[in-house]
Every structure is written in C-alpha cells, then in structure tokens.
C-alpha cells in the first residue's frame, strides 16, 4: 500500500525555520519525483519545490528560491524541506505529493500526482 506521511509543520515566528519530512512507504524513491506543493485559504494551489525520482535534480517554486532546501535520504525512502527565513506569507497547508517516472520541474509546473500525503499545517506569525 502507497503512503506518504508528513511530519514537521507548525507554528513559527518571522524569521524562523522549520524542517518537513515526507516518507514514501510502498514504493521507491528512484522511480518517482517528489514534490511539495502548498495551499493558503483562498489562493490556488502552489508547487514549493519539487525533486526529480532518477537523479535527485531539485526545481524550487520563486517563493522557494534562496530560502527552502529540499533535500532526500534514499536509505530511508524519505524526502526533507528545509524552510528558512521564513514570512507570513508563508502560512498554508503544504502537502507531499509523488509522482511516477516523473521530473521535478514539469511535476511542479503541472501539479500532477498519483500519490498526496494527509497535509500539515505551517503558521507564520509573530
């Protein structure tokens, strides 16, 4: 059975970082990219960042560029985004998502996925 689950998220001030995990259960790694994607009430759905299954090549959201790392641990079927500086903006729900024989940048672009994880919280506020 495919799975995803999410860990991290939370409440942060300005400023502040915050580290989410995703472990993909159920299928490997290599052969699917893994993106996260976030929603904030009342706006479209958004891709963060996103990591290619073959060979691990990262594509980042603007928002994301310069201030989240993604980031994977193949031993553990398991992918990370570092958030750091983080902004009021910032605020969503962001979910996991894997995608089969897929690339980042085209996951991230279409929002595509075969597989979502539950959805965390993140809160950015003083």
């Known amino acids: 059975q495919v799975q995803l689950v999410q860990s991290g998220g939370g409440l942060v001030q300005p400023g502040g970082s915050l580290r989410l995990s995703c472990a993909a259960s159920g299928f490997s790694l290599p052969y699917y990219a893994i993106g996260w994607f976030r929603q904030a009430p009342g706006k479209e759905r958004e891709g963060v960042a996103c990591?290619?299954?073959?060979?691990?090549?990262?594509y980042y959201g603007e928002s994301a560029k310069g201030r989240f790392t993604l980031s994977r641990d193949g031993t553990k079927d398991t992918v990370f985004l570092q958030m750091d500086s983080l902004k009021p903006e910032d605020t969503a729900i962001y979910y996991c998502a894997a995608e089969r024989l897929s690339l980042g940048e085209a996951m991230c672009a279409t929002g595509m996925a075969d597989y979502w994880g539950p959805g965390t919280q993140v809160t950015v506020s003083p």
């Open positions: 990591i290619s299954g073959h060979d691990g090549s990262t």
